[in-house]
């Protein structure tokens, strides 16, 4: 079953090294505190079959056939994802937190990889349905910064770039703008936070977000 239930869905998005991963799992650290269950996933992946799809994306292997092609294949992902973890998870009434979803294929295959919106509109409802996060949490950063991140955090795991860290300067300025323009266009969705500030600074924007959106009218999970 493909359903939302009670559970809340937050999405985080942005460029390469904006800390996405960090935040999410400061936010869940808080939820958890809370006392509300709370499932952290990322795309693409998420499933055992989409961690597969993960490494053939990431390895550009896909990348000759076209971005149309990667985004049919981060959609196959994206099925198996909503269909065994997300929508499961939301239906026992879970928070979910995942690290990138359909915005990244927006932007990365649509806004910069030039996929014609009206492909990615189907391939969008096809994986997901109706599903739509409650809350995007875009967090906006100068490339340059992000990419520094990046590579050291590479450099640390003895990694090398992978297929979209490799592109160049140009095409990750279009993805801060991608993702901006995807946040003015769904405000009630989305919101931009500034990935510059300190880590702790940044955490505590989000919860503040999550509270006042979510929490503030509620009271705690059940005991
Ligand atoms: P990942 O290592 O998770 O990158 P990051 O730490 O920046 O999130 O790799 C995911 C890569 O896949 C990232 O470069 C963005 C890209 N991507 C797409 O191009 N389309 C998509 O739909 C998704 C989910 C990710």
Not at 24 to 37: D, Q, S, Y
Not at 141 to 155: F, H, M, S, T, V
Not at 180 to 185: F, K, M, N, P, S
Not at 209 to 218: I, M, P, Q, T, Y
Request: one cysteine or more.
């Amino acid at each position: 079953m493909r359903g939302h239930g009670n559970g809340r869905f937050i999405t985080f998005e942005g460029g390469e090294g904006v800390g996405k991963s960090t935040q999410l799992v400061r936010l869940a650290e808080h939820l958890r505190g809370l006392g509300f269950e709370t499932v952290t996933t990322r795309e693409p992946g998420g499933t055992p079959k989409a961690e597969t799809l993960r490494r053939i994306l990431l390895s550009g292997r896909v990348a000759p056939l076209g971005a149309l092609a990667e985004a049919a294949l981060f959609a196959a992902a994206r099925i198996d994802h909503v269909d065994k973890l997300i929508s499961p998870a939301l239906v026992r009434g879970a928070w979910v937190l995942c690290d990138r979803f359909f915005d990244s294929t927006r932007a990365y295959q649509g806004a910069r990889g030039g996929v014609e919106p009206g492909a990615l509109a189907l391939l969008e409802k096809a994986a997901v349905g109706d599903l739509k996060p409650d809350l995007t949490i875009i967090l906006d950063l100068p490339p340059q910064e992000g990419l520094a991140r990046a590579a050291i955090r590479r450099a640390s795991a003895g990694a090398r770039a992978d297929r979209f860290e490799a592109e160049g300067a140009r095409f990750h300025e279009g993805l801060r703008r991608a993702f901006l323009d995807i946040a003015a266009r769904e405000p009630e969705r989305c919101c931009v936070v500034n990935g510059a500030l300190p880590a702790d600074e940044v955490a505590r924007v989000i919860r503040q977000l999550v509270d006042a959106r979510f929490l503030d009218a509620e009271p705690a999970a059940a005991q």
